[in-house]
């Protein structure tokens, strides 16, 4: 079993950058594919970016390939998402979970409680 706490989420201008976090729990943390989704007010939760266990690949939504860069170590059981060129429709709550590999929620067993992410024009 993995748990998970995202922090990093505050309050950004347009075009700035943010790294936001995902500490995780459990011996067995390298053997999960790790994901980060978000959820907009009034919208409902999307996917952002995946990363396999071993790190070596990688995949994202549209909106965020080229602005935003999944990572991991696995040595520390943290993973990261770095979001740059940040926009106002980047406003939204980000989660991070553990489970398989792929971009369906479905996918993911192991969910934090989120970390807001604000971008102010």
């Known amino acids: 079993q993995v748990q998970v706490v995202e922090s990093g989420g505050t309050l950004v201008l347009a075009g700035g950058s943010l790294r936001l976090s995902c500490a995780a729990s459990g011996r067995t943390f390298s053997t999960y594919a790790m994901g980060w989704f978000r959820q907009a007010p009034g919208q409902g939760r999307e996917f952002v970016a995946t990363i396999s266990a071993t790190g070596g690949v990688t995949y994202y939504a549209l909106s965020v390939k080229g602005r935003f860069t999944i990572s991991r170590d696995n040595v520390k059981n943290m993973v990261y998402l770095q979001m740059n060129s940040l926009e106002p429709e980047d406003t939204a709550m980000y989660y991070c979970?553990?489970?398989?590999?792929?971009?369906?929620?479905?996918?993911?067993?192991?969910w934090g409680q989120g970390t807001q992410v604000t971008v102010s024009s």
């Open positions: 979970a553990a489970g398989s590999y792929g971009t369906n929620q479905r996918s993911y067993d192991y």
